[in-house]
């Protein structure tokens, strides 16, 4: 029954409050350590909201380094991977919203110009309806995808990252519950909630 | 069980969050309840979309942590951007200003401030210059101002410490005979 979510790992979460600490403190290579643990998950979820690699990969950058600059200001530094989450969401929701403003487009129009796997730019533009990145997506049909993401777009925005982060991209509830600065109860009634609207918009397509 | 309560637990299912207990009661409605199987059934497929467009950008995670790296570095290299300067140089500047101000009215209020003692009335003077006019036979205006003495010697000025000059005033001249008449009345 239902897939089993990365556990909220209590050892990672003590590693992940003596890092921070000691980042504070100085240690470069205890915030490098950190910039390792999350910087996947992050530009997922970067990726996700704004259907552009290149983009997702600046706003990691510029999230970590907002985390660097701030670190003293964490007032629970166990809780740095929801923190981070947070600064990612945000940046990328302005990210999108300036993009709206300065282009009027869509998701499905954005092609940027991607980075190849050692960051260097192609000219070929990829976004999430093209499937090429991620074989299972290939197989969603690409008109479900386009559906699915304009479905997104509509719902509220802390439904719509609850979906994203817990759901789709799978991230530990806590974290989750971290970055959208609620409780893991809430973000359960905010996926629910997230899931009954998208049912409703979806309802041709499944 | 409601409706919504029966949804939330199916929601929660694919969540993989729901307790041992919920579980128990989700199959229980499950197995006798065919509108909560089709219920179940709509949101299997939506779970199934959910989950077939999760991302999975191909980054070289090496790479991307040496940039993230690198780019730390470089703030900490340059606690001052260039760029910083067009803010940094009007602020430079207001501030270099508000310390000139401070400064001036320091120096101004000691000025105002220095008390001078009563001057010798006798070395006080009129100067009047009347109308150039070989006798007064109307009412004439005069100037009139108050300064330092014009016979007034260096060593003389030197037991004084403040002289102020009046600004020019006028007088009213009437010829005598004349019924006094002041036209700035």
């Known amino acids: 029954m239902g897939h089993e979510h990365q556990s909220d790992s209590s050892a990672e979460s003590v590693a992940d409050e003596a890092l921070v600490r000691e980042a504070i403190e100085g240690d470069r290579t205890a915030f490098d350590s950190l910039v390792r643990r999350y910087q996947t998950p992050a530009v997922a979820v ?8 290149a983009d997702a990969v600046e706003i990691v950058q510029d999230a970590f380094l907002k985390a660097f600059k701030g670190l003293s200001t964490l007032e629970r530094p166990e809780a740095f991977g929801g923190w981070l989450m947070r600064i990612v969401s945000n940046l990328s929701l302005n990210r999108r ?11 499905e129009d954005d092609e940027g110009n991607p980075i190849d796997a050692r960051g260097a ?12 990145l991620d074989p299972s997506r290939a197989a969603m049909g690409k008109e479900l995808g386009a559906q699915l993401e304009k479905a997104l777009q509509q719902l509220p925005e802390k439904q719509r990252l609850a979906i994203v982060m817990f759901t789709i991209q799978e991230l530990p509830q806590r974290q989750v519950a971290e970055a959208l600065d609620c409780s893991v109860e809430a973000v359960k009634w905010h996926v629910f909630q997230g899931r009954k609207k998208l049912k409703e918009l979806l309802k041709d397509h499944l | 069980m409601t409706h919504d309560e029966l949804e939330f637990l199916i929601s929660q299912h694919f969540d993989g969050t729901l307790r041992a207990d919920e579980v128990e009661k989700l199959h229980t409605a499950l197995e006798s309840d065919a509108s909560a199987k089709a219920l179940f059934h709509e949101h299997a497929r939506l779970n199934t979309v959910l989950k077939s467009s999760k991302a999975q950008p191909d980054i070289d995670a090496d790479w991307l942590s040496a940039e ?3 780019s730390i570095d470089d703030v900490n290299a340059r606690p001052m951007r260039i760029s910083s300067w067009p803010v940094i140089m009007p602020m430079a500047a207001a501030a270099m200003l508000i ?4 400064l001036g009215i320091i120096f101004l209020r000691d000025g105002t401030e220095t008390t001078v003692g009563p001057t010798n009335g006798a070395l006080a003077s009129a100067q009047i210059s009347l109308p150039d006019a070989p006798s007064i036979t109307h009412d004439a205006v005069a100037n009139v101002s108050v300064g330092v ?5 260096p060593a003389m000025m030197t037991t004084l410490f403040f002289a102020q000059e009046r600004p020019a005033g006028r007088v009213v001249i009437t010829p005598a005979g004349h019924d006094r008449h002041d036209p700035f009345d």
């Open chain 1, 46 to 53: 970067s990726y996700r909201l704004l259907g552009n690699r």
């Open chain 1, 97 to 107: 919203r300036g993009r709206h403003l300065r282009k009027g487009a869509s998701l």
């Open chain 1, 121 to 132: 730019t192609t000219t070929s533009g990829e976004s999430l309806q093209s499937g090429s």
């Open chain 2, 68 to 70: 993230i790296a690198g």
């Open chain 2, 99 to 102: 310390v000139g101000l401070t």
């Open chain 2, 149 to 153: 003495p014009a016979n007034m010697t």
